[in-house]
Structures are given as C-alpha cells and as structure tokens.
C-alpha cells in the first residue's frame, strides 16, 4: 500500500511545468534567437562587402577598356589617389577634343563614380611605359576604399597591357 500511495502522490502533485523549466526554455530560445541574429547580421556584411567589390571590379574593367580605346594617350591616364582630374568640356561634343583631353575627361568621370559607388572610394592608375618601340605600355588600375570593421582601406587592383 505504501508505493501505491506514492504513485498517487507524484500522479496528483506534479502537474505542469515548475518555473525554473521554464526560465531554462526561455533562455535556450533566446540565445538561438540570438546566434540566428548574428548569422543574418554577418550575411547582410558579406552582401555588402560583395557589391563593392563587384564595382570595383567593374570601375577597374570600365577604365581599362578607355585606356585600350584612347591608345595615343597611353601615359595621359595615369593618375595617383590624391590627384583630381578635370573634365574638358570639349569631350562633350563630337569635335574638339584631343587623346590627352579624352584621358583628362575618362579619369574625372572614373574617379568621380568610384567616389559616388564606394565609401571613401578612390582610384589610382600606374603606367610603365614600353622599353622600346613596339612593346606594349603597363598598366596597374588600383582602386580602394573603407570597409565597415576593417582596419585598412580595401583595394582591388588589376593589371593589363595594350
């Protein structure tokens, strides 16, 4: 008789969840809730980070095909991430417009979509001029700006020759 009184007492007496269950619950639903957050928040990082440097990818493709365009005024388009450009009004129009001043327009326009598409966006062009006659000129199109969480500028450079 004395186990049978037992079973009614645990049958009749614990019903329910205690209030120390259900805090545990709480607790694991939070922190998978919070694990969840910080997983999207790191997708939303890496999205962004991939869309700049797609563009970059792009801007650097766009000038490099200027410059394979313009092949006169091969050392007219190097520039440095301080220097500004100046567009020449005369590229605007169908006449008017030399290779140098071509190159001048190219760079202000390049430089001044990087600024707009890239945060603290800037874009530099190096050229190595041939050797000798024939040889093609060198070129390194860098372009760089300011990653959220990173330290240093982020730069994306590409080279070619023509």
């Avoid at 269950?21 to 939070?30: R, T």
């Avoid at 874009?123 to 070129?139: D, L, R």
Wanted: hydrophobic share 45%; proline share 3%; charged share 15%.
């Amino acid at each position: 008789m004395g186990i049978h009184r037992g079973i009614e007492r645990k049958m009749h007496g614990e019903s329910g969840f205690t209030m120390v269950e259900v805090m545990v619950a709480l607790v694991v639903l939070a922190v998978g809730l919070l694990g969840i957050a910080a997983l999207l928040l790191k997708s939303l990082q890496s999205g962004r980070t991939a869309t700049y440097r797609t563009q970059a990818v792009n801007l650097a493709a766009d000038l490099a095909d200027r410059i394979r365009s313009n092949r006169t005024a091969q050392a007219d388009y190097g520039t440095l991430y301080a220097d500004t450009p100046t567009a020449v009004g005369a590229c605007d129009t169908t006449g008017g417009c030399s290779d140098a001043d071509l190159a001048a327009t190219d760079l202000f326009r390049w430089k001044d979509t990087i600024a707009d598409l890239l945060p603290e966006g800037q874009g530099q062009v190096v050229v190595t001029m041939p050797a000798a006659a024939g040889e093609p000129a060198n070129y390194l199109v860098s372009i760089q700006w300011t990653e959220q969480g990173e330290a240093a500028p982020v730069t994306f450079q590409i080279g070619f020759a023509t």
